[in-house]
């Protein structure tokens, strides 16, 4: 069964450096999404993204925050100066044209030091 | 007010019982409805889509009301393996980004 997958699984980092955190969607979905869920709370909207652009931003998404598809099968979320409070599971997720369903990645554990 | 609420939990059963869980929504505007498992620092993995004509999978019924905004998840005969925290998701707008309940933890003891 096709799945989302998400590199790296752990990133610890120092406070302001950049992490770029990726993904690989589903290879025939059209509709990607980054979610982030700090410990303990709940499931959060950051960005969706469609036909190369983002469609739709949460407050969170700041300008600290870009995501890009670099190639056919990379989704990347960048955050360029990382805050303390960035440290959460980033989830990455995709969804085919026409279905609602979004399928999550395993998620990436960002802890910021 | 909050956008989707759930029951705060958590849920301790035993094994074979039946369990309901409740889920509101504001956003009138909402389009889809979801029930999303996720073990313990695992991602959400669907349960089931929720519709107003009401579905059942195997155990699992869920039922979605939309005049009140309510939704429910009802889980018979539960096993220890349904021990996890339910998610009760809302799509919405252009996008379908989806809004999360706070999730509700659910321990099936023996």
């Known amino acids: 069964e096709p799945e989302v997958t998400q590199t790296p699984s752990h990133q610890v980092t120092q406070m302001g450096q950049e992490v770029i955190l990726r993904c690989v969607p589903i290879s025939n979905h059209l509709y990607f999404y980054w979610y982030r869920q700090i410990l303990g709370q709940k499931v959060e909207f950051l960005v969706s993204f469609y036909n190369n652009e983002i469609s739709e931003k949460s407050e969170i998404f700041d300008d600290q925050f870009s995501v890009e598809r670099p190639d056919g099968s990379n989704f990347t979320l960048k955050i360029r100066s990382t805050k303390l409070e960035d440290s959460a599971m980033y989830f990455c997720?995709?969804?085919?044209?026409?279905?609602?369903?979004?399928?999550f990645g395993p998620g990436t554990r960002l802890l910021v030091l | 007010r909050k956008e989707v609420e759930q029951d705060p939990g958590p849920f301790n059963v035993p094994e074979g019982a039946t369990v309901a869980f409740n889920c509101t929504y504001s956003n009138s505007a909402s389009q889809s409805f979801f029930w999303y498992r996720q073990d313990c620092r695992k991602e959400p993995k669907l349960l089931m889509s929720?519709?107003?004509s009401g579905n059942e999978d195997g155990r699992f019924t869920a039922q979605l009301n939309r005049a009140s905004q309510y939704i429910s998840l009802l889980i018979r005969d539960s096993k220890l393996s349904d021990s996890a925290t339910y998610l009760c998701v809302v799509g919405s707008g252009w996008g379908q980004n989806f809004v999360f309940g706070p999730g509700t933890r659910l321990s099936v003891l023996p």
């Open positions: 929720v519709y107003s």
């Open positions: 997720a995709s969804r085919d044209r026409g279905q609602e369903t979004q399928y």
